[in-house]
């Protein structure tokens, strides 16, 4: 075998389907996104209707991040085993079934468990298992890859807030609650089927043509457990605004319409700060980049406290997004640089868990400490210091890798 052929990628890694893979995959996360946002939407339209106060109108929101969190690992451990097509089918169905439920639903609990069991399991695809999928198909790109994948679920949430008020205003919640759930099961069931092709097997092996999987003085268990502690703190502080942005902007008198062009901005920047975070990563690693986006999303979170007007929140929103889109993305990229292909699906997946329920956590927290208090400073200042906690954990992570890379030379 010449010196040619060794460096050649193998079939399939970095490919041209790799890429039409990749877009495919970014539009399905597009499409299914919406599990995660549209709750945040309706909120304020499902507390008057139901009659509820703040703290239980979030419930349905934390139980869509618990079944989210739970299918991010059920799912992920599926398609270790299976392939990405199946499990993902399964959850597209299940998608557009929570949404038509929903809409039908006469009482606070039934919405709540048709968001929890149907919509939060059934989005669960488009997320922690579609990263891990798709960072087979790419090795010199692969940090590019990750972030564009995971970029679909921010495109999720700059389009779908922007399009769900006006539908709202016209028929209702219910009836955009309906309309969704169609629009899923159309759109979704021929997408998943156009990624049937497995994985490639050289890239699961570890190849001459995939990474080599890095040194770091911590086993694999305690390393999953600092991913798991920075996951929950980085996204119970990135919760608070990103969950509760519309009903603050209704407090402050600004109306339904502003808070959510504010949530679309906010995942518009992040969407940009996804994909340049995943061509920091290919340069400088996870760690660092995860890093960077954490201490600028702490800074950002301060900045929501003393300014409260329209035109500086909107200004906010948008620093914020382009802060802390790319941080949960390079928790899969951490796990691809220090642990090994075959277990992505799972460890990817118990990470991005972790991180859903940092959402779930701290969008109910912020909810009850608004209720407690009678307002959200104290929410933002919560959030700042699950933040200081993320850092720690990652700087720790950050000390172990460069202390065995010391020690090796």
């Not at 270790?80 to 097509?85: A, I, L, T, V």
Request: net charge positive; aromatic share 10%.
């Amino acid at each position: 075998m010449t010196r040619t052929d060794l460096s050649r990628p193998p079939p399939g890694i970095d490919s041209s389907y790799a890429w039409m893979r990749l877009a495919i995959s970014m539009l399905l996360a597009t499409i299914g996104g919406v599990g995660m946002w549209a709750v945040v939407v309706v909120l304020p339209a499902v507390q008057a209707e139901f009659g509820i106060d703040r703290a239980a109108a979030s419930m349905p929101y934390t139980a869509t991040m618990v079944g989210f969190a739970a299918g991010n690992v059920l799912v992920g451990r599926a398609i270790d085993r299976m392939g990405y097509w199946m499990p993902a089918l399964l959850s597209s169905v299940a998608l557009a079934a929570g949404f038509l439920l929903a809409a039908l639903s006469t009482s606070i609990l039934q919405f709540t468990l048709a968001q929890g069991l149907l919509i939060g399991v059934g989005t669960s695809a488009i997320f922690g298992p579609l990263i891990a999928d798709i960072s087979h198909w790419f090795n010199r790109r692969r940090g590019v890859a990750v972030t564009a994948a995971a970029a679909g679920n921010y495109l999720a949430g700059t389009i779908w807030p922007t399009i769900m008020p006006t539908l709202m205003k016209a028929e209702g919640w219910r009836f955009t609650y309906a309309a969704i759930g169609i629009v899923c099961l159309v759109t979704m069931v021929p997408l998943v089927l156009m990624l049937r092709r497995g994985a490639p097997e050289a890239a699961a092996a570890g190849s001459p043509g995939s990474r080599l999987v890095q040194p770091i003085s911590l086993s694999p268990a305690t390393l999953q457990v600092l991913l798991v502690v920075a996951g929950l703190g980085c996204c119970v502080a990135m919760s608070m605004p990103q969950v509760h942005i519309v009903a603050y902007c209704m407090d402050l008198g600004y109306g339904v319409a502003h808070g959510a062009d504010m949530l679309s901005i906010m995942m518009a920047a992040g969407v940009v700060s996804r994909l340049a975070s995943g061509f920091v990563a290919d340069r400088i690693g996870g760690v660092k980049t995860l890093l960077i986006g954490s201490v600028l999303q702490c800074l950002s979170l301060f900045f929501y406290i003393p300014f409260d007007g329209l035109a500086s929140l909107y200004v906010v929103s948008l620093v914020f997004g382009l802060s802390q889109g790319g941080i949960v993305p390079c928790y899969a990229i951490i796990v691809r640089e220090y642990m090994p292909a075959r277990e992505a699906g799972q460890r990817i997946g118990i990470v991005m868990m972790a991180t859903i329920f940092g959402m779930a956590i701290g969008g109910w927290m912020s909810g009850w400490i608004y209720d407690l208090t009678g307002s959200y400073a104290a929410a933002f200042l919560n959030g700042i210091a699950w933040n200081l906690l993320n850092i720690l954990a990652m700087v720790l992570v950050l000390w172990k890798a460069k202390h065995r890379t010391a020690a090796a030379v």
